[in-house]
C-alpha cells in the first residue's frame, strides 16, 4: 500500500523557519521524482520545489527559489523541505507528491502557518 505521510508543519512568525518530511513506502521510492505542492483556500495547487529520483536535479518555484530546499534521503526514504525566510503568503496546506511517468501518488498535507 503506498503512503505518503507529511509532517512538520506548524505555526511560526515571519522570518521564521520550519522543515517539513515526507516519508513514503509502499513504492520504489528511489525511483520517483518528488516534489512539493501547496494549496491556500481559493488558490489553485502550486508546484514549490522538485527533485529527481537520485537527488541530483532540483527545481523551485520563483516564489521560493533563495528560501526554500528541496532535499531527500533515498535510504530513509524521506523528501525534505527546509523552508527559511517564511512569509505570511506562504501560508498554505504542503502536500508532497511522488511521480515516475504517468503515476503520481500524494499525500495529506500539513499545514503550514505563518503569522505573528
Known amino acids: 500500500q503506498v503512503q505518503l505521510v507529511e509532517s512538520g508543519g506548524g505555526l511560526v512568525q515571519p522570518g521564521g523557519s520550519l522543515r517539513l518530511s515526507c516519508a513514503a513506502s509502499?513504492?520504489?521510492?528511489?525511483?520517483?521524482?518528488m516534489q512539493w505542492f501547496r494549496q491556500a483556500p481559493g488558490k489553485e495547487r502550486e508546484l514549490v520545489a522538485g527533485?529527481?529520483?537520485?537527488?541530483?536535479?532540483?527545481r523551485y518555484a520563483d516564489s521560493v527559489r533563495g528560501r526554500f530546499t528541496i532535499s531527500r534521503d533515498n535510504v530513509k526514504n524521506t523528501v525534505y523541505l527546509q523552508m527559511n525566510m517564511l512569509k505570511p503568503e506562504d501560508t498554505s496546506v504542503y502536500l508532497c507528491?511522488?511521480?515516475?511517468?504517468?503515476?503520481?501518488?500524494w499525500g495529506q498535507g500539513t499545514q503550514v502557518t505563518v503569522s505573528s
Open positions: 507528491s511522488a511521480a515516475r511517468d504517468a503515476i503520481r501518488f
Open positions: 527533485i529527481s529520483g537520485i537527488g541530483d536535479k532540483t
Open positions: 509502499g513504492f520504489t521510492f528511489s525511483v520517483y521524482a
